[in-house]
C-alpha cells in the first residue's frame, strides 16, 4: 500500500535557523507530491506543489521542496525560520490518476523567538 | 463563501447515538473528499465525490459511516451508533479536478468538524 514517512515528529528551532523536514513515499509510479501547513487553530492550507518538471518547487512564505525521484523523497527546507512558521507539517502524496490523498503523520515544528 | 465550509465546528454526542456532519465545497468544485484527522491515526482519507461517478468509499473505516453529495454541491458525512473511537476532527476538502485533469488540482481544506463522543 502507499504509504508517506515524516521521520521527524518534533523538531525545535531558534528564529533564523534553517529548516529540512524529511518526506519518504513508497509508491513506485507517477505521483504528486504536496506540503500542507496547519497553524495552530486554522486549517490545512497548501505550501506547495510537485507535479512535473523542475524538482525544485517554490511554495508560499519562503518554503521549498525538492523532489528526488531515486530516493522517493520530497523534503522540504527554508533556510531562515520566523517564530510565525510555528506550526504542523504534513506531506502528502497522491497517484497520477488518482485522488486521495496519503499523508505522513505529520511534524510538529516550535519556532523559539 | 470563499472557500469551504463544515457544520458544526464542534459536535458533542453520546456513544450510541447517530450524528450528521456537512460540507459546503468552494462553488464549481466538481471533487468532494472527506478526510478524519484522529490522534494516533494521523490524516485518513474517508471518501471522495466526483461529479456524477459512483464515489470511492475505500477509506470508510466500517459500514456504520456513510455519506451522501446531494446535486453535486453539498456533502454529508453520516456515523450511525457512534462509537468513542469516531472521536476525531472530520475533514472536508474540495478540488476543481474533472476527468482529465485530476492529476494537476490542489485540495482546499474546510475547518473541519470535530467530533466528541462520551
Known amino acids: 500500500a502507499q504509504s508517506v514517512s515524516q521521520h521527524n515528529h518534533h523538531v525545535i528551532l531558534s528564529e533564523a535557523a534553517s529548516l529540512e523536514l524529511g518526506c519518504n513515499y513508497s509508491?513506485?509510479?507517477?505521483?504528486?507530491l504536496f506540503w500542507y501547513v496547519q497553524y495552530p487553530g486554522q486549517h490545512l492550507q497548501l505550501l506547495l506543489k510537485?507535479?512535473?518538471?523542475?524538482?525544485l518547487v517554490k511554495g508560499i512564505k519562503g518554503f521549498e521542496a525538492e523532489f528526488i525521484k531515486s530516493k522517493f523523497s520530497f523534503n522540504l527546507r527554508k533556510p531562515s525560520v520566523q517564530w510565525s512558521d510555528t506550526a504542523e507539517y504534513f506531506c502528502?502524496?497522491?497517484?497520477?490518476?488518482?485522488?486521495?490523498?496519503?499523508f505522513g503523520t505529520g511534524t510538529r515544528l516550535l519556532v523559539s523567538p | 463563501g470563499a472557500g469551504v465550509s463544515q457544520s458544526p465546528s464542534n459536535k458533542v454526542t453520546e456513544k450510541g447515538k447517530d450524528v450528521e456532519l456537512r460540507c459546503d465545497p468552494i462553488?464549481?468544485?466538481?471533487?468532494l473528499y472527506w478526510y478524519r484527522q484522529s490522534l494516533g491515526q494521523g490524516l485518513e482519507f474517508l471518501i471522495y465525490?466526483?461529479?456524477?461517478?459512483?464515489?470511492?468509499k475505500s477509506g470508510l473505516p466500517s459500514d456504520r459511516f456513510s455519506a451522501e453529495r446531494t446535486g453535486g454541491s453539498v456533502s454529508t458525512l453520516t456515523i450511525q451508533r457512534t462509537q468513542q473511537e469516531d472521536s476525531a476532527v472530520y475533514l472536508c476538502?474540495?478540488?476543481?479536478?474533472?476527468?482529465?485533469?485530476?492529476?494537476?488540482?490542489?485540495?482546499?481544506f474546510g475547518p473541519g468538524t470535530r467530533l466528541t463522543v462520551l
Open positions: 509508491y513506485g509510479g507517477t505521483v504528486n
Open positions: 476538502a474540495s478540488s476543481p479536478t474533472s476527468r482529465g485533469l485530476v492529476s494537476y488540482n490542489e485540495q482546499f
Open positions: 462553488s464549481g468544485h466538481t471533487a
Open positions: 510537485y507535479f512535473s518538471g523542475d524538482p
Open positions: 502528502a502524496v497522491n497517484r497520477g490518476s488518482f485522488q486521495k490523498l496519503v
Open positions: 465525490f466526483q461529479g456524477n461517478s459512483a464515489p470511492d
